[in-house]
């Protein structure tokens, strides 16, 4: 039984930071890919930050240099670390995991950016 759950969001100001946890129930060993994805309003989900169980990680073009994906397997956790904050960053952000044929995602924080 795998259940991931988002902690770490709030409000922030702009050039401001905040670091995401995600605490996975399950093995994180026996994850491939678990990345961050993002959701604005009246957008569509994107993929923000990947990292596979090599430790590769893939960011999204809008978050590169400014976020830092990474996982720590002896806690079963994997977290986004957020400089830089811009009012664009707003939104909540979901915690994802894939593990053989299954998805699971968390149920997300929200991350707001205001002056």
């Known amino acids: 039984q795998v259940q991931l759950v988002e902690s770490g969001g709030g409000l922030v100001h702009p050039g401001g930071s905040l670091r995401l946890s995600c605490a996975a129930s399950?093995?994180?060993?026996?994850?491939?890919?678990m990345a961050w994805y993002r959701q604005a309003p009246g957008k569509q989900r994107e993929s923000v930050a990947t990292i596979n169980s090599g430790g590769a990680t893939n960011y999204a073009d809008s978050v590169k240099g400014r976020f830092t994906i990474s996982r720590d397997n002896a806690k079963n956790a994997v977290y986004l670390q957020m400089n830089s904050l811009e009012f664009e960053d707003t939104a909540v952000y979901y915690c994802y995991a894939h593990a053989g044929l299954l998805n699971y995602w968390g149920q997300g924080t929200q991350v707001t950016v205001s002056s």
């Open positions: 399950g093995n994180m060993f026996d994850f491939n890919t």
